[in-house]
């Protein structure tokens, strides 16, 4: 039996890589030389080169870099790396806990490791190249360091627990995992900017000013109730734009990128804001974080069923069955079931999207977020021609064409 389930994982890691690809292809099938009918009034030429020269170095890359990754974990499968490290985790210690935190370690710090001259590549020669990065040495250095510790402490805390958790309850383990994991998101989702944003950016209240009452005033329009409006430096690591909606309750607030406020006019800027709150006003963070949560419960019933089977661990070389042998046997098992499940994820999403869209639309000004939209793509250098089939399976987002041609609908 072990060995049928080693050929599944292997046939998963293939399938999985080639369907990649697969689709990776398709979106060069929409590459082009010249400005296409449906960009002009986007993209000008010139802009429109650059994107298509930024699309195909990062295509080029991204086939090296999933090459290798893939390869990667294809060996440590085939040639039973993860017994290998298994095995250096438990002459260490006999503890599971200690034994489980030691063997992830390893992977995750030797992962980071092997990618970091990919991420330097990316980050001080692409994004570099195209005029994005604004990273420096010492703050990419730093937010690797900052990164291992949060791992560690909250990533290895959590995984302390639930094996603490499973030794103490074994058959119901999972009801209490899920809900330590339940309560663990959703105080997540409540505070990470006030918790973990602030050890990587810092962020400011809004100033008053025209910018500020013009969102005061759109938000008491709609009845929105919004004390927190802040602006983040992300300007600290790239050119690149963004805006979010964070928090619950009291602790929602909305955080603008200071190269947003840079690029757009004040009625874009309030459109943008405008579509954030219309994901609130409809319930879309409460919708995703409540999905999350049964998802995950769903996760953790059936990995408690398989957690102590045999053939799971034999199946990556390990005799005994452990925790975290059966946590990795498990994930790439369970991964065409999360592949499936993201689709409908993503179908949700891009639905919201247009609710979003439609609110910020009818509450404000249809045409300032299609110009700020525009806007965005282009300082982004946005694949604005994705082939559909891509754009069906990864795209949490309808592509910006279909946006403007839903947004065509309210305009007066």
Not at 89 to 109: D, V
Not at 279 to 285: F, L, R, S, T, Y
């Amino acid at each position: 039996m072990h060995e049928i389930l080693f050929w599944v994982i292997i046939g998963i890691i293939i399938l999985d890589f080639l369907f990649e690809k697969y689709l990776d292809y398709l979106n060069t099938t929409k590459w082009s030389d010249t400005l296409p009918d449906e960009l002009k009034g986007i993209y000008d030429e010139e802009k429109y080169k650059k994107q298509q020269a930024y699309q195909r170095e990062n295509h080029r890359f991204g086939i090296l870099t999933s090459c290798f990754s893939f390869a990667i974990t294809l060996s440590m499968f085939l040639f039973f790396g993860f017994a290998l490290v298994d095995g250096w985790a438990w002459s260490f210690t006999e503890n599971a806990i200690l034994a489980a935190l030691i063997f992830f370690g390893i992977l995750m710090f030797a992962s980071d490791i092997i990618n970091t001259p990919f991420s330097v590549y990316d980050t001080f020669k692409i994004e570099e190249k195209y005029g994005f990065n604004k990273t420096t040495p010492k703050t990419f250095v730093l937010d690797k360091l900052k990164g291992w510790l949060i791992g560690a402490v909250i990533g290895g805390g959590l995984l302390a627990l639930l094996i603490f958790i499973y030794q103490k309850t074994q058959n119901i383990f999972w009801i209490y995992a899920w809900i330590v994991i339940s309560a663990f998101s959703i105080f997540m989702a409540m505070f990470y900017s006030n918790l973990i944003v602030p050890l990587f950016n810092k962020q400011t209240p809004l100033e008053d000013g025209e910018l500020r009452t013009a969102i005061n005033n759109f938000s008491e329009k709609v009845g929105f109730k919004l004390d927190n409006i802040f602006v983040i430096n992300g300007s600290k690591r790239s050119t690149k734009a963004n805006a979010y909606f964070t928090g619950l309750g009291k602790k929602q607030r909305i955080v603008l990128y200071d190269t947003l406020i840079n690029d757009l006019e004040i009625d874009e800027l309030v459109a943008v804001l405008a579509h954030e709150i219309g994901h609130n006003k409809k319930k879309h963070v409460v919708q995703g974080l409540l999905i999350g949560l049964v998802q995950t419960g769903i996760v953790l019933f059936i990995f408690s069923l398989l957690i102590n089977n045999p053939h799971l661990s034999q199946a990556l070389g390990v005799e005994k069955p452990n925790f975290h042998i059966g946590l990795v046997a498990f994930g790439i098992l369970y991964s065409p079931v999360s592949f499936i499940l993201g689709i409908f994820m993503n179908m949700l999403s891009r639905k919201n999207e247009y609710q979003a869209d439609r609110f910020a639309a009818e509450n404000y000004n249809p045409k300032s977020l299609a110009s700020a939209l525009k806007k965005l793509s282009v300082t982004n250098l946005s694949n604005l021609t994705p082939h559909k089939k891509y754009v069906f399976f990864h795209y949490s987002h309808p592509t910006l064409l279909q946006r403007l041609e839903h947004l065509k609908s309210f305009e007066k």
